[in-house]
Every structure is written in C-alpha cells, then in structure tokens.
C-alpha cells in the first residue's frame, strides 16, 4: 500500500465512480501524482499540469500506468492556462487554490463531465499552513463558483486526522446545456 501521502483523497475516492473507464481527466497542480494514478488504474486518460519539472519526472518515473500520461510544465498562476479550448470529462483540484484560474478551471469540465475540488477553507490557520487568507476558500466559494453545474455533494468545515478546515465539492456540466442531468448515484 502506497503511503497516505501517495493515496488518493478521500473525497476524490468517495466521488470517483462518477468518472467512467476511458475518461479524460485533468488533475490541476498534480504534484506528486496521488490522482493521477488513482485514475489511470482506473481506466482513464490522464492529464496533470503543474509548474515543478522535478515532480512531473519523478510522477512518470513512479508507476508504468502513467507512461501514457500528458504532463505539462506550466507556471499556471504566472503564464497562460496551458489547456486553452480543452475539456475534460473530469477535472480534479485538491490542495490547490488560484483564484483568478477558478472560471478557467471550472470551463474546463466537458459536458456531461464531473468537477472534484477539495482545498483548505477559512479556520485552517488554526491547525497549521496554509493559513494565508489568500489560500483558504471563503465560506460558499466553491458553490458560487461552480454556478451553472449541478451540485452532486458540497462540504464546508472541520476534517479530522490530520485536523484541518476544508471546502469540497463535486458537481457536473449537463450533457446539453437544455438538458436535465441525469440523476447520479451517490
């Protein structure tokens, strides 16, 4: 078993059946690459951004189910959004909090496609860092900027072991933007 650190969120493993076999995911600031390689084991067609070059060599290096990974190096709060026109049909943020990228990343999720986001929240200074405001959600951030998806789950307050305060939703883009979404099985 991988350290917890490697291991898929929670959140990201709860929400994660709602991204089919074959999807095209996008895993925005992926780091070490814990979801990365939870969906390419799971089928997926996986993309990671994210500004360390060393991390991006070592996430390929770690796990022959990302050799077909697209990894790009990208300065994403200092250059231009690298995935310019691009959708996925799953896009997931964890740990990560741009503001000015939230329209971009959220235009990201295709139609029909599932957003997974999970950040620090406003009370994390409390347990430790990040406790910059510029870095915590504000109360009802993430439901004010994902207007226009369908809210499948939304949390805001105190998680345990490690202690923290976050902010965690999952919500989807209608197949057509008449449509009504299909209910989804929670």
């Known amino acids: 078993m991988p350290p917890a650190s490697m291991e898929a969120?929670?959140?990201?493993?709860?929400?994660?059946?709602?991204?089919?076999p074959g999807a095209r995911v996008l895993d925005v600031a992926c780091g070490s690459g814990r979801h990365l390689r939870w969906f390419a084991r799971r089928g997926c067609v996986v993309t990671g951004v994210d500004r360390d070059a060393a991390?991006?060599?070592?996430?390929r290096d770690s796990d022959a189910a990302l050799n077909g990974a697209e990894l790009i190096e990208a300065d994403i709060e200092n250059g231009p959004w690298p995935l310019a026109?691009?959708?996925f049909d799953a896009v997931v943020v964890t740990n990560y909090l741009w503001r000015t990228l939230l329209?971009?990343?959220v235009d990201s999720v295709d139609a029909g496609g599932v957003l997974i986001y999970e950040t620090f929240a406003l009370g994390n200074a409390r347990f430790g860092k990040p406790s910059n405001p510029d870095f915590l959600l504000r109360p009802g951030e993430l439901l004010a900027a994902t207007q226009g998806l369908r809210v499948v789950a939304f949390e805001d307050g105190f998680v345990a072991a490690p202690d923290r305060c976050v902010q965690r939703i999952v919500a989807v883009r209608a197949q057509t933007p008449t449509s009504d979404p299909a209910l989804y099985r929670l």
């Open 55 to 59: 991390a991006l060599v070592a996430v």
């Open 9 to 20: 969120s929670p959140w990201v493993q709860r929400w994660s059946h709602l991204v089919a």
């Open 103 to 105: 329209p971009r990343i």
């Open 85 to 87: 026109q691009r959708r």
